[in-house]
């Protein structure tokens, strides 16, 4: 059942008044946050029954505004992963990395004959747009040839490369027009920011060279993943304030002729935990608990710039808003010792299988087009993006491209028995689960590295244990062993034949 979110509505109503849309295709704005949970907004703690610690204004007044999903998913419960799946609607064993690319300097896992959100909105007269963590791979010279560099031994810096530009796989190769890149977040090699493709040094007197834990020490924060090549200033304090800032030019410079077309990957919350001391005039660093909540109080004036952008060009009211999360939110003790708890009531967090690992806010605005204020229950995932933009372009998906991308532009559209999914695949993290969700049901099992053996290890029924509480875990009681073996055999055939998850009837290549 759809909830009106009362207590939001006087949020609402602060909003200028509905103009009737623009004739043609509204703008789009995707922001993908990084490692942010359902209870990381204080709109969805409120509707959860959460303490509220940290307020975020603006991204509760985007609940306002539109319409929030509480049964929504990330397509994998860790990044890399979800992000392919995002871009493509293809689920990850699509792809040749089934468990996701994790190195700037790997294969990218996105094939040619992949459709991508950059190459949907561009054939739709879009003018695209990448902003932030790309995580999917790169192409990236060996020093002093032509041959591409791919990544070696990990325990090593990787110093034999030329990071002075991306020379293939990257934004500009997948239908965007342009792009701010962060190739692997703020978290990895290379340390560096690359404007279409091209490094972009950080300070006039910047260079490329190592980066190590040492050069990093007179900022104050800890790599979180290797040492190797980039910025000679990289800072990754400094990251957010100059990403948004870059989205917010680029709204502003826009051509008026066509729509604008956004895909906004937000470095926020992922470590390291660097947040600014000051954005768009509010003090940060500092301000809460924790600076794992300071870089979710980041992340939402990183929206209300947006969202303040959009309106000061006079194109807020012709705007698709999408906002959701790579995966499941952080389980950090400093902020769960003050009362905030990323995944909210469900258990388990990032990189887990359970609901925590997977189950993110998922909000969509459009006014005059979405419902506003409504808490809607219906299953989604970050895959539909694909699918749903596709049917608000008029565009198809070819047989071999949006695999497991659902339209469901009529529930976003408050239709009247819209139709909605009834199941849903998602991987888990580094221990190499998989789920199967049918309905209520919840079936997690235990899969090899290829996705060929896979057994079932819990089965919960989410209607009566959404919490997922250890004694409600069924799948040793008899009475479910025909559900269990009939959704492992539901599940391992559609992987196995890699077939179209998408609600729709199978579509033939013209």
Known sequence: MRILLLFLLPFFLLLPAVQSAQ????????????????GDLSGYRRLLGEKVVVETPNLDRLMASGTSFSDAHSPNALCAPSRYAIMTGNNTYH????????????????????????????????????????????DYYRKETKEIYRQSDRSKAQLNVDVSRIVGAGPLEQGFDYSLVFPAGIQNVPYAVYENDVWMPLYPASKITEVAQQSVDRFGFKLDKEEGLGDSNWNAFDMGPLLVNKAVNYIKTAANDRPLFMYYCSQAVHLPHTPPMVLDGEAVRGTTPSYHLDMVKELDLQVGLILKALAEKGIANETLFIFTSDNGGLLRGESIKAGHNS??????????????????????????????????????????????????TNQSLAAHQGMDSYNFLGTLLGEPNAPSRDYLMIQGGTDRKVIFRDG???????????????????????????????????????????????????????????????????????
């Not at 609901?355 to 809607?376: C, Q, T």
């Not at 899969?447 to 896979?454: F, Y």
């Not at 409600?472 to 998850?501: C, F, H, P």
Request: without cysteine; glycine residues 10%; negative net charge.
């Open 343 to 392: 995944p909210a009531i469900y258990r388990g967090g990032k990189n887990q299988s359970f609901e925590g690992g997977h189950r993110v806010p998922f909000i969509a605005s459009w006014p005059g087009h979405i419902p506003a204020a409504i808490f809607a229950p219906d299953l989604v995932s970050g895959t539909d993006i694909m699918a749903t933009l596709a049917a608000i």
């Open 95 to 138: 792809s040749y990395a089934p468990w996701g690319v994790w190195g700037a300097y790997q294969e990218s896992p996105i094939k040619d004959t992949d459709m991508t959100l950059g190459k949907l909105m561009r054939q739709a007269g879009y003018q695209t747009a990448f902003l932030g963590k790309w995580h999917m791979g790169g």
């Open 440 to 510: 209520d049901w919840k079936l997690i099992m235990q899969s090899d590295r290829e996705g060929v053996e896979i057994k079932p290890v819990s089965l919960y029924n989410l209607r009566d244990n959404v919490e997922e509480k250890p004694e409600g875990d069924l799948i040793d009681q008899a009475k479910y062993a025909d559900r269990v073996e009939n959704m492992l055999a539901r599940y391992t055939s559609i992987r196995a034949g890699k077939l179209r998850t998408d609600g729709q009837v199978q579509i033939v290549d013209p």
């Open 23 to 38: 004739s043609g295709l509204p703008n789009v704005v995707v922001i993908l946050a990084d490692d942010i949970g359902p």
